[in-house]
């Protein structure tokens, strides 16, 4: 949830590669891709933009980040935050299978996997040490839901010290408002944005 000032937006732009002026212009030497959430219960839901194309990207970038032997982290949700809200949350258990993170990543073993009970991917786990140990200084963050999950992880990786990076073509929201407003109003200042391919383009020239 956003506080402070409102979605300014009219209208969602259906094509996410245009919701933003491309500015993405540097790919550390240590870059780690973090997958949110592209799991068999959330995939199947509702989204903005079509989640096969956003399956499509994230496992091009994927793909691109293993051939060049750079850290692909495969995020899950299996559960929520303690505190109270004022909208009701699920408490039952997930039914099964409902966690399993999707074929279509062709999950390696090299793949660090990591499963929160948070909105971002590093309140609830260990992955801020274990990036850190491996030298990692940016991350490329893509997945569901954009103004949840992509964006809480990356918040918090930008206050872990990591630079950021975010491919809007490779995530999407159930919520059109939301994945404006993080396009618009929060990603600018957490990092730089740009398309999958001109994220593979900056890899290839800095391999």
């Given at each position: ?53 956003v399956v499509k990207h994230a496992r ?32 039952a258990a997930f039914p099964a299978g ?9 999950q390696q073993p090299s793949d660090i ?95």
């Open positions: 949830m956003h506080q402070g000032t409102a979605p300014d937006h009219k209208h969602t732009n259906p094509n996410p590669a245009k919701a933003s002026a491309v500015t993405v212009t540097i790919i550390d030497p240590k870059t780690a891709l973090i997958v949110i959430d592209l799991q068999q219960g959330i995939v199947s839901l509702p989204t903005v933009h079509p989640i096969g194309d091009a970038l994927a793909d691109a980040f293993r051939r060049r032997g750079l850290p692909v982290v495969l995020v899950n949700v299996d559960g929520g935050a303690p505190g109270r809200t004022e909208q009701p949350r699920r408490t409902w966690t399993d993170l999707i074929p279509e990543l062709n996997v990591v499963t929160k009970r948070t909105w971002g991917a590093f309140a609830s786990t260990n992955l801020e040490a274990q990036l850190k140990a491996l030298d990692v200084t940016q991350v490329v963050v893509v997945g569901v839901a954009t103004g949840t999950g992509v964006e809480a992880t990356a918040r918090q990786a930008y206050e872990q010290g990591f630079n950021v990076t975010l491919a809007i073509d490779a995530m999407t929201d159930i919520r059109p408002e939301a994945h404006d407003y993080s396009l618009a109003h929060v990603f600018p200042r957490l990092g730089e944005t740009g398309t999958t391919q001109e994220i593979i383009d900056l890899l290839e020239r800095s391999a």
